[in-house]
């Protein structure tokens, strides 16, 4: 860890939250997925293998020297995250939030800056009770949600699946989504899968940015544009314009319509009925 900062790193997920507490009741509160984070397993199993303390929990007034030192973020993980949405808002996971709830006001009064990451799997009627938990337990600490994701059964579209609960997680007052990728739960991702993720993520950031805080310009200038028949424009202000242009060129329309309903666009057909070439709006 002080390597990295050394080397400049901005913010680390650190598992401080698995304590000794909470591995050793793992068999009294079963899961269907058990432990999914990486570094919370690292850990739950030094843990019982050392039958010792968390060395991240034990040593946190440390680590905080460090990240004071060094001016990098703490990013609190969630090393007991749910991993289905079977598990979600269990013993577990309040269990190590509460614990991260004491982390986070140690690190305000160390003067270290901490983000809190969040589920996980949650069914969409978790998502906001989970967020208000969040922000009510870690006193408005920034919350980082990983997804969240909404169900099971879409391997190879869970970069959808996570954009479902990132929306409805910033809706609630998440403020960092982790993107998700098709390959989440497949395999390793390729550059392909990356950029889907992140657009699929940017969709969810930018529906909640449209209500939050009123970011429409870009969405007025489409839907002036799409008013206009002005294709151009409207492949210009895509968040994916290559994409965009991909599929609109794919079947070449003979009208100022696109191909999907070509004379029998509505936009088309209501400015003819209205004697005008202009925009009716």
């Known amino acids: 860890i002080e390597r990295h900062a050394r080397d400049g790193v ?7 939250g698995v304590t000794k507490r909470s591995v050793d009741k793992i068999s009294k509160h079963p ?42 973020t703490l990013s609190l993980g969630d090393g007991l995250r749910p991993g289905s949405i079977f598990d979600g808002t269990d013993w577990l996971q309040i269990q190590e939030l509460l614990t991260i709830g004491e ?19 949650l069914p969409l009627n978790q998502i906001e009770s989970n967020v208000k938990l969040e922000k009510s337990i870690c006193k408005g600490a920034p919350f980082y949600v990983l997804g969240p994701v909404v169900m099971e059964i879409a391997p190879g579209y869970d970069h959808i699946v996570g954009a479902i609960g990132g929306a409805i997680a910033g ?7 982790c993107y998700v990728t098709p390959a989440e739960h497949l395999g390793l991702p ?25 970011a429409t310009s870009g969405d007025l200038k489409m839907a002036s544009a799409r008013a206009r028949l002005d294709w151009k424009r409207q492949l ?46």
């Open 10 to 16: 901005d913010f680390m997920t650190v598992h401080c």
């Open 31 to 72: 899961r269907l997925m058990g432990i999914v984070s990486r570094g919370g397993t690292f850990l739950a199993a030094w843990i019982i293998h050392n039958k010792k303390e968390n060395p991240l929990y034990e040593s946190y007034d440390y680590l905080l020297e460090i990240a004071r030192e060094h001016d990098f």
């Open 103 to 121: 982390l986070v006001d140690r690190a305000r009064k160390a003067d270290v800056q901490s983000m809190v990451e969040g589920p996980g799997h």
């Open 171 to 177: 809706m609630a007052g998440a403020d960092f989504l």
């Open 190 to 214: 390729m550059i392909e899968d990356v950029r889907e993720g992140v657009i699929a993520a940017k969709i969810a950031a930018h529906a909640v940015d449209i209500v939050k805080i009123g």
């Open 236 to 281: 210009e202000m895509a968040l994916d314009p290559e994409r965009a242009k991909e599929i609109y060129r794919r079947v070449k329309s003979k009208s100022a319509g696109c191909s999907m309903c070509g004379d029998y666009c509505a936009i088309k057909i209501l400015r003819e009925a209205l004697g005008s070439k202009a925009s009716c709006i």
